[in-house]
Antibody, heavy 123, light 107 residues
Framework: EVQLVESGGDLVQPGGSLRLSCAAS????????MNWVRQAPGKGLEWLSY??????????YYADSVKGRFTISRDNAKNRLYLQMDSLRVEDTAVYYC??????????????WGQGALVTVSS | EIVMTQSPATLSVSLGERATLSCRAS??????LAWYQQKPGQAPRLLIY???TRATAIPARFSGSGSGTEFTLTISSLQSEDFAVYYC?????????FGQGTKVEIK
C-alpha cells in the first residue's frame, strides 16, 4: 500500500524557517517524481514545487509565490521528500501536502497524497 | 502562467441527478488536465487524468471530456458521497495550476 506521511508542521513566527519531511512507503520512491501542494484555511489548492525522481539530474520547479524562499529536495536512500521553507510569511499558513506523480498498475493510474502537515505563521 | 477558471463556483444538485462542471484554461493545455475531488478534512483524490481517463478505483459515473482550453467533468447520477469540492489542474506547463474549485452541494 502506498503511504505518504508528512511531518514537521508547526507554529512559526514571520521571517522564520521550517523544514517539512514526507516519508514514503509502498512504492519504489526513487522512480517517481514528487510534488508539494498547499491549501490555506478555507481556500483552494496551490501547487508549490516539483522534483524529478532521479537525484543525479533532478529537474526542479517552483511556483512564483515560493521561488527563492522554499527549497525542495529528496533522499532516495531514505525514501524521503523535503521542503525547506525560509523567510516565512503569514500568507504561507496552510496545510502542506506531499503528492506523488501518477503511480500506475495494470494500466490504471493514481496519484497519492499525504494527510497534510499544518504550518501556521503568526507572531 | 496558465490560469484555470472553473464554473460554477457552487452547483446545487439533487441525488440521482446529473452534474456538469466546467473548467477553462487561459491557453491550450492539450489533454494535460486532471480533475480532483476533495471532501472536508480529507486530502484531494485524483478522479480523471489526461482529460478523460478515469484514475484507479474511480466509479464509471465520473467522466471527463474536452481538450485545448475547454473541459467538462460529468457525474452522471449523483450519489451522497459525491457531494464535495472539485478542482481541475493543468499539467501542460510550469507552474502547474489549479482552478479555484466547484462545490457540489445537495439541493
Amino acid at each position: 500500500e502506498v503511504q505518504l506521511v508528512e511531518s514537521g508542521g508547526d507554529l512559526v513566527q514571520p521571517g522564520g524557517s521550517l523544514r517539512l519531511s514526507c516519508a514514503a512507503s509502498g512504492f519504489i520512491f526513487g522512480n517517481y517524481n514528487m510534488n508539494w501542494v498547499r491549501q490555506a484555511p478555507g481556500k483552494g489548492l496551490e501547487w508549490l514545487s516539483y522534483i524529478s525522481g532521479s537525484t543525479s539530474s533532478s529537474a526542479i520547479y517552483y511556483a512564483d509565490s515560493v521561488k527563492g524562499r522554499f527549497t525542495i529536495s529528496r533522499d532516495n536512500a531514505k525514501n524521503r521528500l523535503y521542503l525547506q521553507m525560509d523567510s516565512l510569511r503569514v500568507e504561507d499558513t496552510a496545510v502542506y501536502y506531499c503528492v506523488s506523480a501518477s503511480i500506475c498498475s495494470d494500466g490504471s493510474c493514481q496519484t497519492h497524497w499525504g494527510q497534510g502537515a499544518l504550518v501556521t505563521v503568526s507572531s | 502562467e496558465i490560469v484555470m477558471t472553473q464554473s460554477p463556483a457552487t452547483l446545487s444538485v439533487s441525488l440521482g441527478e446529473r452534474a456538469t462542471l466546467s473548467c477553462r484554461a487561459s491557453q491550450s493545455v492539450s489533454s494535460a488536465l486532471a480533475w480532483y475531488q476533495q471532501k472536508p478534512g480529507q486530502a484531494p483524490r485524483l478522479l480523471i487524468y489526461g482529460a478523460s481517463t478515469r484514475a484507479t478505483a474511480i466509479p464509471a459515473r465520473f467522466s471527463g471530456s474536452g481538450s485545448g482550453t475547454e473541459f467538462t467533468l460529468t457525474i452522471s447520477s449523483l450519489q451522497s458521497e459525491d457531494f464535495a469540492v472539485y478542482y481541475c489542474q493543468q499539467y501542460s506547463d510550469w507552474p502547474r495550476t489549479f482552478g479555484q474549485g466547484t462545490k457540489v452541494e445537495i439541493k
